[in-house]
């Protein structure tokens, strides 16, 4: 299984960006799609999930309201639309699978694939 994040950059803060998360080696019916996200200096932390199966979507608090997880199946992507963004949103931003649905823990998610930068200035 790899996953592929991509679409970090650099924003002022109130601006938006589209990260991606391909996804290849492995149907994902029974699985989340997770992002992650490391601020510097910090742990990582849970920003939002999706369960392939039925399109389930969960959420931290924070994010709610301003990020909005998808997929597209004929692609095999998670997309990750963050709008309103602050300078606290700053961070390396990581997708990862998890078996089943509906953790928010690190520990239960695999397959991290490399991660993308998303800075956002103020």
């Known amino acids: 299984v790899q996953l592929q994040a991509s679409g970090g950059g650099l924003v002022q803060a109130g601006g938006s960006l589209r990260l991606s998360c391909a996804a290849s080696?492995?149907?994902?019916?029974?699985?989340?799609i997770g992002w992650f996200r490391q601020p510097p200096g910090k742990e990582r932390e849970f920003v939002a999930a999706i369960f392939w199966s039925g399109g389930y979507t969960y959420y931290e608090d924070s994010v709610k309201g301003r990020f909005t997880i998808s997929r597209d199946n004929a692609k095999n992507t998670v997309y990750l639309q963050m709008n309103s963004l602050k300078p606290e949103d700053t961070a390396v931003y990581y997708c990862?699978?998890?078996?089943?649905?509906?953790?928010?823990?690190?520990?239960?998610?695999?397959?991290w694939g490399q991660g993308t930068l998303v800075t956002v200035s103020s």
């Open positions: 080696g492995r149907t994902f019916s029974s699985y989340t």
């Open positions: 990862s699978s998890a078996a089943g649905c509906c953790s928010r823990k690190p520990r239960d998610f695999g397959s």
